[in-house]
C-alpha cells in the first residue's frame, strides 16, 4: 500500500531520518508542536465549558481532539502521494511531513490526557478500545522517539522502514475503526460529523496506492 520514498513525506512525517538529520528542522518541530498542543488544549477547555467536566463532557472532548489529530495525520500520511498524484505545488505537504507527524503527536498527547482523566472518574472505555487504539498511540509513540536524530540511525534502513509503514498504516485503520463504524449509521448530526473523516480515511489508502501504481508505470 506505500513505497520508501512516498511513506518518508509522511511518517519522515514522525520521524524522518533524512529530515531528523538536519539540525535547523528541530526548532520548526517544536513549534509545530507547540502550536498543535496548543490547539488541543484550547479545543478541549472550550469543549469542556460548554458540555462540562463530567464523563459526558470529556467524551465530547475526547470526539473533538481525536477529528483535531486526524487532520496533521493525513495530510503526514497522504502528502507524498499528494504531490506525485498532483504535481509540485503540492511538494510542501511532503516536506514536512515529519513536523505533521510531530503535530499529530502533540494533539494525540492531549487526547490521551483525556482518555486518562476519564479512567480516573470511573468510566474507562473498554478492554478493546485499550487494544486498538493503545497500539496505535504506541506506533505513534514509537516514530516520534525515533525522530530524535541520535535514535534515528538504530533501526537501520530496513527497521525504520518496517516501522513506519507498518505503523502508520495501523494509525489510519485505527482511525478506520472509529470513523466506518456505528454512527455514520444514526441521526443526520451523526452523519454529518462522521461522513468527511470517513471518505478522507478511506482516501488515504487509496491515494498512497494510486501513487506507488504511477511510480511503477512511469518506472517501467
Known amino acids: 500500500?506505500?513505497?520508501?520514498?512516498?511513506?518518508?513525506?509522511?511518517?519522515?512525517?514522525?520521524?524522518?531520518?533524512?529530515?531528523?538529520?538536519?539540525p535547523g528542522d528541530r526548532p520548526v518541530a517544536g513549534r509545530w508542536m507547540a502550536v498543535a498542543g496548543g490547539a488541543?488544549?484550547?479545543?478541549?477547555?472550550?469543549?469542556?465549558?460548554?458540555?462540562?467536566?463530567?464523563?459526558?463532557?470529556?467524551?465530547?472532548?475526547?470526539?473533538?481532539?481525536?477529528?483535531?489529530?486526524?487532520?496533521?495525520?493525513?495530510?503526514a500520511y497522504t502528502g507524498g502521494a499528494l504531490a506525485a498524484l498532483f504535481g509540485p505545488a503540492l511538494l510542501p505537504?511532503?516536506?514536512?511531513?515529519?513536523?505533521?507527524?510531530?503535530a499529530f503527536a502533540a494533539v494525540l498527547l492531549v487526547h490521551l490526557g483525556l482518555v486518562?482523566?476519564?479512567?480516573?472518574?470511573?468510566?474507562?472505555?473498554?478492554?478493546?478500545?485499550?487494544?486498538?487504539f493503545g497500539l496505535a498511540a504506541g506506533c505513534a509513540a514509537l516514530l516520534a522517539l525515533f525522530s530524535i536524530e541520535r535514535l534515528s540511525r538504530l533501526p537501520g534502513a530496513t527497521g525504520w522502514w518496517l516501522l513506519r509503514n507498518v505503523g502508520m498504516t495501523y494509525i489510519i485503520l485505527a482511525?478506520?475503526?472509529?470513523?466506518?463504524?456505528?454512527?455514520?449509521?444514526?441521526?443526520?448530526?451523526d452523519v454529518a460529523?462522521?461522513?468527511?473523516?470517513?471518505?478522507?480515511?478511506?482516501?488515504?489508502?487509496?491515494?498512497r496506492l494510486a501513487a506507488l501504481?504511477?511510480?511503477l508505470w512511469h518506472a517501467r
Do not use: H
Request: proline share 5%; glycine share 12%; net charge positive.
Open 93 to 102: 505537504l511532503k516536506r514536512r511531513g515529519r513536523e505533521l507527524g510531530l
Open 175 to 189: 482511525f478506520a475503526d472509529d470513523f466506518l463504524k456505528g454512527p455514520l449509521y444514526g441521526s443526520v448530526g
Open 40 to 75: 488541543a488544549l484550547g479545543l478541549a477547555a472550550a469543549v469542556l465549558a460548554l458540555s462540562g467536566t463530567g464523563k459526558d463532557g470529556i467524551a465530547d472532548a475526547l470526539r473533538a481532539t481525536a477529528r483535531l489529530a486526524f487532520v496533521p495525520f493525513w495530510l
Open 213 to 215: 501504481v504511477r511510480r
Open 193 to 207: 460529523m462522521y461522513l468527511p473523516f470517513t471518505v478522507l480515511t478511506v482516501a488515504a489508502p487509496a491515494l
Open 116 to 132: 486518562a482523566w476519564l479512567c480516573l472518574l470511573g468510566a474507562a472505555p473498554g478492554a478493546r478500545t485499550f487494544e486498538v
Open 1 to 22: 500500500m506505500s513505497n520508501g520514498r512516498d511513506a518518508a513525506g509522511a511518517l519522515r512525517g514522525v520521524p524522518g531520518r533524512a529530515a531528523a538529520a538536519r
